[in-house]
């Protein structure tokens, strides 16, 4: 084999990788210095300024849950709604108006005689007005000139208020002044369609025969109000309870010291500091973002004519034994005719028949252990298979039986 020149041999790459995983781990190695240090000075430079605490990891045990904002609570005294009512009329119906017109015959004629025209009453014939009684709720401290909505009802026998204007109405307070005059075009939420009458149909969608009008009435006197009394503030509970006008006097104290006081479970009277006499708006401004946690009592609402029921979390029932039966009577009634013989000199009768059924589903006696939460209360009586009206009955019986202890309302 002949020999290669040595400055021609090629170099060994071995040793050159070598060289190069060296320098390369010299330079990583430097980096990771340079990061430890960095790191070393932010957390110094984090612990001399206070922010290490937001790295501590704050557990739920020691979290309070959010409150409820104190103007969604109560209402200021003396800054209250105020009831307006009028009488009016409501032109443009297209035929669905009053059908008895006495009350629309002489209103109209009335209202004619305020422009100056004379027409008998009994000459009038008006089938597209309807007479309307007219509400509306002030709010506090509304100015003149200022638009509130207006609720229209229909006073006599129209089938619908559909297309209709209401002319101007007065509203008049308790005190028998105008405070606002209503008047424009009316909404409807509904529709009434059809004939009607024997053999005809109709179709009726909501209440046709009311109607709302947003920003229908302009505002004509400002209704005086006065919130601040003695320097203190009174706040009226929207739910009385002792316990929340407790939680409210001490949440208002811990940021006006020794200001509030609760007077009864309907009332938290609160003095005003020496430095916001000047400006009670802001004072209460203030107080309305305070927060609590109010008491909510062990209660089930129910409504019988709609088949509703709501129960607030807090109720519990003890241990007892459910059975729910149900008991549905069918009567039917079907009309027979009776023929007589061709020669007998009868009459054709129809005869009615009723035949009436009853069924009663069978059920079996349920034990239900105690039930602390609402949530195990829903489940214990869906696992019955109970319906909304079952659950009323269930819940009446619990209660006599003094298995449920909350406070039972019916509607």
């Not at 100056?116 to 014939?125: K, R």
């Not at 009008?213 to 505002?219: E, F, K, Q, R």
């Not at 008991?327 to 009459?347: E, K, R, Y």
């Amino acid at each position: 084999m002949p020999m290669v020149p040595r400055h021609l041999r090629p170099r060994p790459r071995v040793a050159a990788a070598t060289r190069t995983v060296r320098t390369k781990s010299t330079s990583r190695d430097g980096i990771e210095k340079g990061f430890v240090e960095w790191k070393q000075n932010l957390i110094a430079k984090a612990i001399t300024a206070g922010l290490l605490a937001v790295l501590v990891f704050v557990s739920p045990a020691g979290s309070s849950a959010a409150g409820v904002k104190l103007r969604d609570l109560v209402m200021i005294s003396g800054a209250r709604d105020n009831q307006l009512v009028g009488y009016g009329l409501v032109a443009g119906l297209a035929g669905t108006g009053d059908m008895n017109q006495t009350y629309d015959i002489q209103t109209i004629a009335n209202m004619l005689m305020r422009y100056g025209i004379n027409i008998p009453a009994a000459t009038i014939m008006a089938k597209n007005v309807a007479v309307v009684m007219v509400t509306a709720d002030i709010p506090p401290f509304i100015k003149n000139g200022a638009r509130i909505d207006v609720t229209v009802a229909s006073m006599g026998d129209a089938k619908s208020l559909a297309g209709g204007v209401l002319l101007q109405t007065p509203l008049l307070g308790a005190d028998g002044k105008v405070y606002a005059v209503a008047q424009g075009p009316l909404v409807l939420g509904g529709f009434a369609a059809g004939e009607g009458g024997a053999g005809g149909a109709t179709v009726t969608k909501n209440h046709p025969t009311t109607a709302q009008i947003v920003d229908g009435a302009l505002v004509e006197r400002e209704i005086p109000t006065q919130f601040v009394h003695d320097h203190s503030v009174e706040l009226l509970l929207r739910n009385p309870s002792f316990n929340s006008a407790s939680a409210m006097a001490a949440a208002i104290n811990e940021v006006f010291t020794n200001a509030a006081i609760a007077e009864d479970s309907t009332a938290v009277k609160v003095k005003m500091p020496d430095d916001e006499e000047g400006s009670p708006v802001d004072f209460v401004a203030r107080l309305n973002m305070i927060e609590v946690t109010p008491d909510t009592p062990a209660r089930i609402i129910i409504n019988e004519r709609t088949g509703t029921i709501v129960a607030t979390s807090s109720i519990h029932i003890s241990s007892c034994a459910v059975a729910s039966g149900a008991i549905t009577i069918n009567v039917t009634q079907t009309l027979d005719v009776s023929q007589p013989n061709a020669f007998g000199g009868g009459t054709t009768q129809v005869t009615p028949r009723t035949s009436t059924s009853v069924t009663e589903n069978k059920s079996a006696l349920v034990p239900l252990q105690e039930l602390p939460t609402v949530e195990k209360v829903a489940a214990a009586l869906n696992a019955l298979g109970a319906t909304p009206r079952d659950m009323m009955s269930i819940f009446e019986a619990m209660k006599q039986a003094g298995a449920l202890q909350a406070e039972l309302i019916t509607r």
